[in-house]
């Protein structure tokens, strides 16, 4: 099965092996498996051994998004929200239940938040502390560059939160580079091509140290999980692992980086992207992003208005025929998305093409564009 949605990712065989088999996490062997990989994670957020750390905790990108915030944000404190789509709601909702005051910066969702009415927000809100963003915008593709809003961030001496679930590891990104920087947070199952079952945050060590005690949570502190290895080692957990994940999270490092790291996980996504986003222009589908603001991880079109056209129908018929696409959209206007993230090329992606050109067919949808 050909799985082109934006997470989990389509995996490679040996990091799906990595699951076959029984693992104690405190057995010395493992501890020293997984202490070798926190090094590797801060390298490749971009930050500096000893200034930065990583920080894994078992679960999905929801949990280690809201313990960066709660470990980042005092309790009742104002956080500034660049809300352009779906999952910045999402990051809104996970802070304001979890007592932090959320001011919404609103945005299309069709376009990056801009570097001038993020610097106005900050102006007409002093009491922000923090800015949260998210970086790849699954609901859409739009990328909200932490290259271009964490200066303007910088510049009002607040801190930036960084969700960079779907795009890390592909997006160039560089921690180092950011001071402003608190916490840049991603999962094992997207860009980096793991299963899923870990989150990871990479942190400025000193902010950690001047953020002990207040996130209300013991499992979602992460300055604890820092005083844990600090403690107890860098290989050791607080609670039991998702151990066969991390295992595979592992293998999955080590592909990524004998495949070049980030520029050429860049340059795969892009090529997958650019077959995708002319392939579904092709088939006569319209695409929600403009292709100055298209970033590499989905492509997002329009759903068409023709009578016959059910995304469930057309989903279950993908399936049918190999290829799982998502079957919701999280815009306000019905759309739909096709992931290029993953194990994939470009072969896949026109393979993916054709089965849809063949449903659309059998379907009868000949009205393929928004309006
Ligand atoms: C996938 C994703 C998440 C987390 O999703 P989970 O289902 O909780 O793993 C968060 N933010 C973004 C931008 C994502 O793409």
Request: charged share 20%.
């Amino acid at each position: 099965m050909l799985l082109l949605i934006p997470g989990p990712v389509q995996t490679r065989p040996e990091v799906r092996a990595c699951m076959a088999e029984d693992i104690a996490p405190w057995d010395e062997d493992f501890r020293a498996e997984y202490a070798a990989m926190r090094p590797r994670i801060v390298k490749i957020a971009g930050g500096v051994e000893g200034q930065h750390v990583s920080l894994p905790l078992p679960g999905c990108g929801h949990m280690i998004i809201e313990s960066a915030i709660r470990t980042f944000v005092p309790a009742g404190a104002k956080l500034l929200v660049v809300r352009n789509g779906g999952y910045a709601e999402r990051l809104a909702r996970l802070a304001e239940t979890a007592g932090r005051v959320v001011v919404a910066l609103d945005g299309p969702d069709d376009v990056p938040m801009s570097p001038e009415r993020l610097a106005q927000a900050l102006a007409e809100n002093p009491d922000c502390g923090h800015v949260a963003l998210v970086v790849s915008e699954t609901g859409t593709g739009i990328v909200n560059d932490p290259n271009i809003l964490g200066p303007v961030i910088a510049q009002a001496g607040r801190r930036m939160i960084c969700d960079a679930v779907s795009g890390f590891g592909a997006l160039p990104f560089s921690l180092a580079a950011h001071p402003e920087c608190d916490v840049v947070v991603f999962t094992s199952n997207k860009c980096l091509e793991g299963l899923p079952g870990f989150g990871f945050a990479v942190a400025p060590i000193v902010r950690l140290e001047a953020c002990r005690g207040q996130a209300g949570s013991w499992v979602m502190d992460l300055a604890d999980v820092y005083d844990h290895a600090l403690k107890n080692g860098f290989g050791s957990f607080r609670f039991t692992p998702a151990v066969q994940a991390l295992r595979a999270f592992g293998k999955a490092m080590e592909i990524y980086e004998a495949e070049g790291g980030q520029p050429a996980r860049f340059a795969r996504y892009s090529r997958n992207r650019d077959v995708m986003y002319a392939g579904l222009k092709a088939l006569g589908f319209t695409p929600y992003v403009a292709p100055e603001h298209q970033g590499p991880i989905i492509v997002n079109v329009y759903q068409p208005v023709d009578p016959n056209w059910s995304l469930e129908v057309f989903q279950r018929k993908m399936k049918a025929r190999g290829v799982i696409l998502s079957d919701f959209s999280s815009t306000k206007k019905p759309s739909m998305r096709f992931g290029c993230i993953g194990a994939i090329g470009e072969e896949e992606i026109r393979f993916a093409l054709k089965q849809a050109e063949a449903v659309l067919a059998e379907m009868g949808v000949g009205q393929r564009a928004a309006a």
